[in-house]
């Protein structure tokens, strides 16, 4: 059975600083990927990682993969007050269902 | 280009109701899957398709039925709903790596 587990689940921060936001998973699967959810709302893509070692970035966060360790970071640089969300990582088993399994979600607070 | 378009935004249902939670997509993707949100769960896989006329079960599948006649088309139904499908539902389609996520279904079963 494929396993996400992320942590923290709750993070509270303040503006400016750096956090990283763990994503653990238990298949071989190298495909990864992130999204970002707003209250009331549906999943937005943030990222999506294929190989061993992608890294991508957009503005303020960067997403890592090592399929070697089955472990992917969301690094949040300098966080900003709009970067409150909740964040999700998940994983696509091609070995089983087609469709991905999630991580329980990451709820970040951004304060001022 | 519409996407993921999910009807109703939001419903209300007695208990042993049934209703059809309904999911279309313009893209001409083949994948499509339907998912449950509850808090502090993530979102769990109820059933996905491949392709239409072929259909499986995810992780939690009991209390719902799914169909594919076409490619667009990918509707959920409750049979007959419990307490315990109260949930957010999120049909979702694929091409390639990208998935692609409808606004989603807020059901309450009272």
């Known amino acids: 059975e494929l396993k996400v587990e992320q942590n923290p689940l709750f993070l509270s921060m303040q503006e400016g600083k750096n956090y990283t936001i763990y994503c653990n998973y238990s298949?071989?699967?190298?495909?990864l990927y992130w999204y970002r959810q707003d209250p009331g709302k549906s999943l937005e893509s943030l990222f999506v990682l294929l190989s061993n070692g992608a890294v991508k970035q957009e503005g303020r966060l960067m997403a890592s993969l090592d399929t070697k360790a089955r472990l992917s970071t969301l690094h949040i640089t300098a966080a900003v007050h709009d970067l409150s969300a909740t964040y999700f990582c998940?994983?696509?088993?091609?070995?089983?269902?087609?469709?991905?399994?999630f991580g329980k979600g990451t709820h970040l607070i951004i304060q001022p | 280009n519409a996407g993921v378009t999910q009807t109703p935004k939001f419903q209300v249902l007695k208990t042993g109701q049934s209703m059809t939670l309904q999911c279309a997509q313009d893209m001409n993707h083949e994948y499509m899957s339907w998912y449950r949100q509850d808090p502090g769960m993530g979102l769990r896989l109820i059933h996905y398709s491949v392709g239409a006329g072929i259909t499986d079960q995810g992780e939690v599948p009991n209390g719902y039925n799914v169909s594919r006649s076409t490619t667009e088309d990918f509707p959920l139904r409750l049979l007959s709903a419990a307490p315990s499908q109260t949930s957010v539902y999120f049909c979702a389609s694929r091409a390639g790596y990208g998935y692609t996520f409808g606004s989603g279904t807020r059901l309450t079963v009272v």
């Open positions: 298949t071989t699967s190298d495909r």
């Open positions: 998940a994983v696509d088993d091609w070995g089983g269902a087609d469709g991905l399994t």
